[in-house]
Nanobody
Framework: QVQLVESGGGLVQAGDSLRLSCAAS??????MGWFRQAPGKEREFVSA??????DYADSVKGRFTISKDNAKNTVYLQMNSLKAEDTAVYYC???????????????????WGQGTQVTVSS
């Protein structure tokens, strides 16, 4: 059974940093990423990687970094210079089928974590 478990969210001030973790179990994935959903808004793409590329939303480029530890089957999202508009529930996602280009739509992902809340106070 596949499970994605996020951790690392919290309440921080603008300008602070946080690192989110997503531990996968049940299988490994070549395509994984992060999405976020703010109150009253649709879930949006943040960052993801495939076996050949990585992509970021324009709103987080230069501030967020996605990485993975294959030995731990864990994906990380390092978030620096956080802003109030980064406040959202952050979800880890994984795609069951190998792909070359980075998918940025929620429909492209087959597995989801339960989400972790990130709140940035201004």
């Amino acid at each position: 059974q596949v499970q994605l478990v996020e951790s690392g969210g919290g309440l921080v001030q603008a300008g602070d940093s946080l690192r989110l973790s997503c531990a996968a179990s049940g299988r490994t994935f070549s395509t994984m990423g992060w999405f976020r959903q703010a109150p009253g808004k649709e879930r949006e793409f943040v960052s993801a990687f495939t076996w050949s590329s990585t992509d970021y939303a324009d709103s987080v480029k230069g501030r967020f970094t996605i990485s993975k530890d294959n030995a731990k089957n864990t994906v990380y999202l390092q978030m620096n210079s956080l802003k109030a508009e980064d406040t959202a529930v952050y979800y880890c996602a994984a795609r069951g089928v190998r792909t070359i280009s980075v998918p940025t739509t929620t429909a492209a992902y087959d597995y989801w974590g339960q989400g972790t809340q990130v709140t940035v106070s201004s």
